[in-house]
């Protein structure tokens, strides 16, 4: 004797919610939000990178006779900052710093050091390395005030 079991069919059915067209002008405002904000914390990231790597270098020219044990990390470090500093101008077609930062870049390679940090020239470099970090924080603070008055005159 088998015993059949049946399923019993619910009366009620999954009916999905009624939804609202998509608004295109909303969307769009979405997105130019989502943009602007990214836009801003990328631009604050690299500002920070910019005053690190001045009060880096600054602090590597003063601390000058302590530094010995630590050429390698600061090496490291400003071959990384100018690196950074050297793609945000590419991407924004500023080709003068990005060929600066790409010198600076390979002065500062930690892998084949050019020269040593020891004598009184080279730590004239260190302190003039941070110029075009300052430059380039100068450069931002330009390129967006001329953004904003030009948002302003529309």
Do not use: H
């Amino acid at each position: 004797m088998t015993t059949s079991i049946q399923l019993q069919e619910s009366e009620n059915r999954w009916v999905p919610p009624p939804t609202k067209p998509l608004d295109e002008t909303v969307w769009q405002a979405w997105l130019a939000k989502g943009r602007a904000r990214d836009q801003r914390s990328s631009a604050e990231r690299m500002r920070t990178v910019k005053w690190v790597s001045i009060a880096g270098l600054l602090a590597a020219a003063g601390f000058w006779s302590e530094l010995t044990p630590y050429v390698v990390v600061v090496r490291f470090f400003v071959t990384c900052s100018a690196l950074l500093v050297m793609f945000q101008a590419l991407n924004t077609r500023n080709y003068a710093f990005a060929a600066t930062f790409g010198v600076l870049a390979l002065l500062y390679n930690p892998l084949a050091p050019i020269f040593s940090l020891s004598g009184g020239w080279q730590r004239a470099l260190v302190i003039t390395t941070a110029v075009p970090f300052v430059a380039s924080l100068a450069w931002g603070n330009a390129k967006s005030g001329a953004r904003r008055l030009s948002v302003l005159s529309q």
